[in-house]
């Protein structure tokens, strides 16, 4: 199992560009999430999905785009690129079990620099 | 809506010395509670988590919290510090469902030797 993998690692953006962030789980898990860290602010979620097909919004949503095709992926886009979205993006998956508990895995992050 | 509060932005311990990290939750519900550790560089790892019954929760890593609902805190202890400890550590409660959790600001323990 290779649990969550995201892709880039790293990745720097001017002003308005667009792009998207990769994740991806071999877990089986229905339910994903996106989360930005920001220093002194802990993370913040962004966009999360309890199944294929369905997605909704978390805190800071926007200038971000999702969309879950899928159970194992769950892309994050980033319609224009401001210097605000300068940030650590982080994708977690869960499940949940027949007594309602659940754990978030997550992913390594991907540093996102804007100029 | 739910929030976090970890009172802590930075504490500093001397290794072999025991550990408390503040932990305090607005939620008007029964808590869904965590502690995730997040190394320099790296993702976060589930360190121990809440959800009902027994209010004493013993995590990986020698770590232990204890719930109490008549304060509102989840506090994350260990008896003994190790230099490897040294991380941030985040406080997260969650709702119902599975894929939403609100993180406090978290709080960065330093180790000295």
């Known amino acids: 199992n290779a649990g969550v993998t995201q892709t880039p690692k790293f990745q720097v953006l001017k002003t308005g560009q667009s792009m998207t962030l990769q994740c991806a789980q071999d877990m089986n898990h229905e339910y994903m999430s996106w989360y930005r860290q920001d220093p002194g602010m802990g993370l913040r979620l962004i966009h999360y999905?309890?199944?294929?097909?369905?997605?909704d919004q978390g805190e800071v949503p926007n200038g971000y785009n999702v969309s879950r095709s899928t159970t194992e992926d769950f892309p994050l886009r980033l319609l224009s690129a401001a210097p605000s979205q300068t940030s650590v993006y982080f994708c977690?998956?869960?499940?949940?079990?027949?007594?309602?508990?659940?754990?978030?895995?997550f992913g390594p992050g991907t540093r996102l620099t804007v100029t | 809506a739910q929030s976090v509060t970890q009172p802590d932005i930075h504490i500093t311990v001397s290794e072999g010395a025991s550990l408390e990290l503040r932990c305090n939750y607005s939620?008007?519900?029964?808590?869904?509670l965590f502690w995730y550790v997040q190394s320099p560089g790296q993702g976060l790892q589930l360190l121990l988590k809440?959800?009902?019954?027994?209010?004493l929760v013993q995590g990986i890593k020698g770590f232990e919290a204890e719930f109490k609902r008549s304060q509102s805190s989840f506090n994350l202890r260990k008896p003994s510090v190790h230099w490897s400890d040294a991380a941030e550590y985040f406080c997260a409660v969650g709702t119902g469902t599975a894929s939403k959790l609100t993180f406090g600001t978290g709080t960065r323990l330093q180790v000295t030797l």
């Open positions: 939620y008007g519900a029964t808590p869904y």
């Open positions: 999905s309890v199944g294929a097909g369905i997605t």
């Open positions: 809440y959800f009902s019954g027994d209010t």
């Open positions: 977690a998956s869960s499940y949940s079990t027949n007594f309602g508990t659940y754990e978030q895995y």
